[in-house]
């Protein structure tokens, strides 16, 4: 089992930028990926960015360009960091960590994320 503890959140202006943290403790050596989700209100959470063991990234198409993730294995923290934020870029972030061996998947509490003027 891990522990996913996000961090970072905040209020921008569009065309600002943010970084989300999310630190893993636990059983981290077993993880195959951990990714970046996101869910606004009234829509289903979606998939921003992964990055799995190998260091093999992918991203929804509505944030390549503009938001990268990247891990540090030694601080075990993974990051998403946000360039050229949009309104429709507000939405609550979760952490993910997925274990291929079980297909277990286990969550953060979220951070909240809002871009406006």
């Known amino acids: 089992q891990v522990q996913l503890v996000e961090s970072g959140g905040g209020l921008v202006q569009p065309g600002g930028s943010l970084r989300l943290s999310c630190a893993a403790s636990?059983?981290?050596?077993?993880?195959?990926?951990m990714g970046w989700y996101r869910q606004a209100p009234g829509k289903q959470r979606e998939l921003v960015a992964r990055?799995?063991?190998?260091?093999?990234?992918n991203y929804a198409d509505s944030v390549k360009g503009r938001f990268t993730i990247s891990r540090d294995n030694a601080k075990m923290t993974v990051y998403l960091q946000m360039n050229s934020l949009k309104p429709e870029d507000t939405a609550v972030y979760y952490c993910?960590?997925?274990?291929?061996?079980?297909?277990?998947?286990?969550w953060g509490q979220g951070t909240q994320v809002a871009v406006s003027s």
């Open positions: 636990g059983n981290i050596f077993s993880i195959y990926s």
């Open positions: 993910q960590a997925y274990y291929m061996s079980s297909q277990a998947t286990y």
């Open positions: 990055i799995r063991n190998s260091g093999s990234t």
